[in-house]
């Protein structure tokens, strides 16, 4: 599949079942760079643990959203099986709105 790189600031949805490759698909974002410009900061945000994690590099893993969200600039966020845990969170819609932040939600 050919993708074109991704301009920053952006926010991306990507659905799908179970097992159907989301997260192999944001580590191939990753891999191959194709945010521009690449972020300094990746911040992945998960609900359940992936043995795929451990063979990322340069991404801080926190389980949950961690506290102190809204204050995140010039990072890329991950949100992975978190949706209904930010949904109503005030202070990370903030944070989403900021240009120097990007989320994916895988």
Same mark, same amino acid.
């Given at each position: 599949m050919e993708f074109s +790189? %991704?301009?920053h600031p952006f926010s991306m949805m990507i659905c799908g079942p179970s097992n159907s490759g989301k997260t192999f698909f944001v580590r191939r974002i990753l891999e191959t760079? %194709? &945010?521009k410009p690449f972020p300094p900061k990746i911040i992945w945000c *998960?609900? &359940? *643990?992936q043995k795929l994690f451990e063979k990322m590099s340069d991404i801080e893993f926190h389980?949950? &959203?961690p506290s102190g969200a809204e +204050? &995140?600039? +010039?990072a890329l966020i991950i949100i992975d099986d978190l949706m209904n845990e930010v949904g109503d969170d005030k202070n990370f819609q903030t944070c989403s709105r900021k240009e120097a932040t990007i989320e994916i939600f895988p």
């Open positions: +790189n %991704l301009k760079k %194709l &945010i *998960y609900g &359940i *643990y389980e949950g &959203i +204050n &995140i600039t +010039n």
